[in-house]
């Protein structure tokens, strides 16, 4: 890892540019410089992402939430777990974005690739804080992160083209796969989730009995 000046309120911008504006970000964003900043970048969103999972717990709005004594613990291991799973996520999402960047042809240099996946990870967060929306109701939590999922493969389809020069007509194909594999995905959760919810009802309909 290279010495490198980390400077937050920088990335603070990009996550904003990224949200606000990601096809003029994507453009001109920087692919090299150091692996520290990705990581760092990785990090503050998992931290943003452990907070917001922190608190639906404390507030009982995790799906499945139990209440109770034990809730704040859960909490609390959810938000150092997430700052972990950010860090290495960023390496594992930069070799998934560069397997795609060499199927459209482009960059597929690991560094560049991994700046890319963190900056992709200004997702984390946003899923983190609309994961409430499964504590009020399964199917509007679905939607959100459906949203989430087509909102992603957008993104991933402008990094493509635009930061990692690939192709863009084999990008809109690798988009088109994305797609029809973030629909399916909701497609079967939905399907897993009303079969439980069956099994449920079903189980305590035969207590009451």
């Given at each position: 890892m290279s010495q490198?000046?980390?400077?937050?309120n920088k990335?603070i911008?990009e996550?904003?540019?990224t949200?606000q504006?990601?096809?003029?970000?994507?453009s001109?964003?920087?692919?090299?410089?150091g692996f520290?900043?990705?990581v760092i970048?990785?990090?503050m969103?998992g931290?943003?992402?452990g907070?917001?999972?922190?608190i639906?717990?404390?507030?009982?709005l995790a799906?499945m939430?139990?209440?109770?004594?034990w809730?704040?613990?859960?909490?609390?291991?959810s938000l150092?777990w997430?700052i972990?799973?950010a860090?290495v996520?960023?390496f594992?999402?930069?070799?998934?974005?560069?397997?795609i960047?060499?199927?459209?042809?482009g960059?597929?240099?690991y560094?560049?690739?991994v700046?890319?996946a963190?900056?992709?990870?200004v997702?984390?967060?946003?899923?983190?804080?609309l994961?409430?929306l499964y504590?009020?109701?399964?199917?509007?939590?679905?939607?959100?992160?459906l949203?989430i999922?087509?909102?992603?493969?957008y993104?991933v389809?402008l990094a493509?083209i635009?930061?990692l020069?690939g192709?863009?007509?084999?990008?809109?194909?690798?988009?088109v796969?994305?797609?029809?594999l973030s629909?399916?995905?909701?497609?079967?959760g939905s399907?897993?989730?009303k079969?439980?919810?069956?099994i449920?009802?079903?189980?305590?309909f035969?207590q009451?009995?």
């Open positions: 490198e000046n980390i400077d937050i990335i911008k996550t904003r540019e949200l504006n990601p096809k003029e970000y994507f001109s964003m920087p692919l090299s410089g520290a900043e990705p970048k990785a990090a969103y931290v943003a992402a907070i917001f999972s922190l639906w717990s404390l507030l009982n799906p939430g139990a209440g109770g004594m809730e704040g613990t859960f909490g609390i291991m150092i997430s972990i799973g860090i996520a960023v594992i999402g930069g070799a998934i974005v560069l397997i960047s060499a199927i459209c042809g960059n597929t240099n560094e560049a690739n700046r890319v963190a900056s992709l990870m997702l984390f967060p946003i899923n983190a804080f994961y409430f504590g009020i109701n399964t199917t509007l939590g679905e939607l959100s992160g949203a999922s087509l909102w992603s493969v993104l389809y493509a635009m930061a020069k192709r863009e007509s084999t990008a809109k194909i690798v988009a796969v994305l797609l029809v629909l399916l995905g909701f497609w079967g399907q897993a989730n079969n439980f919810e069956d449920s009802d079903s189980y305590q035969e009451l009995d």
